[in-house]
């Protein structure tokens, strides 16, 4: 198999944790015979530093050329100010991208259940996908600044509410039947458009699928109290940001989650769902696993290598319980020290 990554490091903890990843996919490709072709771009506020621009025309050429993209983080207080901002090229990269379903699964490790905040018999079990729209939605919306007064315009047509909604009932139909769309529609027309065009796909195109509703209030409770309840969520994209994040803490840290971000063309986008955490870049603490197992997809999803990803995945566990990770869970071994181990392992 020939793989060809665009790796997009960013800012922040994005190299650390990304050079391990790479480091891992460049001996799982010796090993298992595959031949990786992995070249570097700015991307972030690096970019913006060495280009003017978050998202320069280099890199976007590079991951429309590629066969995944495999991205770090970017942002960070140097930026944050700007009238160009790092955040800002992901959400081009994205929207230039097409890829408008970004999965983002939270399951729980039996090793890390003291980890938690949560109870035990709370996260025991816990295996949800997210499924949230990553392209529309208030993100993209036109956005004012007059006088005193700002606005954030929140905007869906039926075609990108069902697009997303095919994704989760596809992916649905493959786990357990069961489908959880978050929405906000006792207030916003955005989602009452959205709850009428879910209800729909469903009854006429999935009509084997369970589906239920929720407001993102109540989803964002019950996903602490009874997080073993969700199997599929579907959300639009500022609540899907949002529920993801809370979601990281059942496993125990942020620094866990991965995603990957699809849409028509051939090409994802493979991500750790944290963000760059310029408080702890350059100190070599950062948890790669997020990013480790956002590559792990990659090799899933983007070339069908099941065993490959299985065996980086359980690498991981093993790493987990034998207490090899990072501070953000009370372990002592460096970002750097996490990858040594793991390539040892896999090796
Ligand atoms: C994420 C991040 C981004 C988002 C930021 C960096 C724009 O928080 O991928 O979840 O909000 O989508
Ligand atoms: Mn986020």
């Known amino acids: 198999m020939k793989m060809k990554i665009a790796y997009i490091p960013g800012d922040g903890i994005g190299p650390e944790?990304?050079?391990?990843?790479?480091?891992i996919l460049q001996t799982v490709a010796n090993k298992y015979g595959h031949e990786v072709d992995i070249k570097e771009y700015d991307f972030g506020g690096i970019a913006i530093d060495n280009h003017g621009e978050p998202l320069p025309k280099e890199t976007l050429q590079a991951c429309?050329?590629?066969?995944?993209?495999?991205?770090?983080?970017?942002?960070?207080?140097?930026?944050?100010h700007g009238e160009i901002t790092p955040e800002k090229g992901i959400l081009a990269l994205r929207k230039e991208m097409g890829?408008?379903?970004?999965?983002r699964p939270v399951k729980t490790w039996e090793a890390l259940y003291d980890r938690s905040p949560l109870k035990t018999d709370r996260i025991k079990g816990v295996d949800i996908m997210f499924v949230r729209e990553l392209t529309g939605g208030i993100y993209?919306?036109?956005?004012?600044r007059v006088g005193d007064t700002a606005t954030d315009t929140c905007e869906y047509s039926v075609y990108e509410v069902e697009r997303i909604v095919r994704v989760a009932c596809e992916i649905a139909m493959k786990r357990k039947k069961r489908l959880t769309s978050v929405d906000k529609a006792n207030v916003l027309e955005t989602s009452r458009l959205w709850r009428e065009v879910t209800i729909r796909i469903v009854e006429t195109e999935y009509p084997e699928l369970e589906l239920e509703h929720y407001y993102v209030d109540a989803a964002s409770m019950h996903l602490l109290s009874r997080p073993t309840d969700f199997d599929v969520v579907v959300t639009e994209n500022m609540f899907g940001d949002i529920l993801s994040d809370e979601a990281s803490m059942i496993p125990g840290s942020l620094g866990l989650l991965p995603s990957s971000s699809q849409g028509d063309s051939k090409t994802a986008i493979?991500?750790?769902?944290?963000?760059?955490?310029?408080?702890?870049?350059?100190?070599?603490?950062?948890?790669?696993?997020?990013?480790?197992?956002?590559?792990?997809m990659?090799?899933?999803q983007s070339f069908g290598l099941e065993i490959e990803a299985r065996a980086v995945e359980d690498a991981v566990e093993q790493m987990m319980e034998n207490g090899e990770y990072t501070s953000d869970?009370?372990?002592?071994?460096?970002?750097s020290a996490v990858g040594e181990k793991l390539c040892a392992m896999l090796r």
């Open 17 to 23: 944790i990304g050079k391990v990843a790479v480091d």
């Open 298 to 300: 990659m090799l899933r």
């Open 329 to 335: 869970l009370d372990g002592i071994f460096s970002t």
């Open 64 to 80: 429309k050329d590629a066969d995944a993209v495999l991205l770090g983080a970017i942002g960070g207080p140097k930026w944050a």
């Open 270 to 296: 493979y991500e750790p769902i944290h963000g760059s955490a310029p408080d702890i870049a350059g100190k070599n603490i950062a948890n790669p696993f997020g990013m480790i197992l956002s590559m792990s």
């Open 140 to 144: 993209f919306g036109k956005k004012t």
């Open 99 to 103: 890829t408008f379903a970004n999965l």
